[in-house]
């Protein structure tokens, strides 16, 4: 047995070295310390929870096998987040090919209200507080909605920054994509959300 604080405070890179020597306490750490945020934001972008659970595991699953191909270019928490994302990708792309959306806003940044009520909203930090929770319930079950409407890949963009609270460059470099088109993609789906959220609301 081992302390959650002990496994606070061990770094990733040692448990991943340790993993990669065939110590499956330091992987089951590493499992433990990133479930929870893993299955959050795979949640957040396809909206099914069994579906979430499964996406979860199989993520887990594939950094199991291929924790010895791991070379560090990236940290940890970076290479674990892109094979999440990019399994729920795959995913959506399969299981929601229905009428196509267009989403070409103008790229203009939003407010920082919009950005930090949408974080708000969708993250689980809210749930420690019940009577937060029951008075603005309603409005996380819209801001929800508008967001599983956005194209997969402007949803990503949006988990990733404003409910992960991920940087452009880890963005960047979970997605596979250039520093500029994170910010314009994340700014066409902030307008999108807010276009979405107010035809939502006429």
Request: glycine share 4%; aromatic share 4%; proline share 2%.
């Amino acid at each position: 047995m081992y302390s959650r604080a002990a496994n606070i405070n061990i770094d990733d890179s040692v448990l991943v070295q340790q993993s990669q020597t065939g110590d499956t306490t330091a992987m089951e750490r590493l499992i433990l310390r990133y479930q929870n945020r893993i299955y959050n934001v795979i949640l957040k972008m396809c909206g099914n929870p069994d579906d979430a659970a499964e996406l979860a595991q199989e993520t887990f699953v594939k950094v199991i096998e291929s924790i010895d191909k791991f070379q560090g270019k990236s940290g940890f928490y970076t290479w674990l987040f892109r094979i999440a994302v990019n399994l729920t990708l795959n995913h959506c792309q399969r299981s929601t090919r229905t009428a196509a959306r267009s989403l070409d806003a103008e790229e203009t940044e939003p407010d920082g209200t919009a950005s930090q009520a949408l974080r708000e909203c969708l993250s689980d930090e809210r749930a420690l507080d019940p009577a937060a929770v029951a008075q603005s319930r309603e409005l996380c079950e819209l801001a929800k909605k508008c967001l599983l409407q956005l194209e997969e890949p402007q949803r990503a963009v949006v988990v990733l920054r404003d409910i992960e609270g991920m940087d452009y460059a880890q963005i960047a470099d979970v997605l596979n994509i250039e520093l500029g088109t994170v910010r314009s993609r994340l700014s066409r789906a902030r307008s999108s959300l807010r276009d979405i959220l107010e035809a939502m609301l006429k």
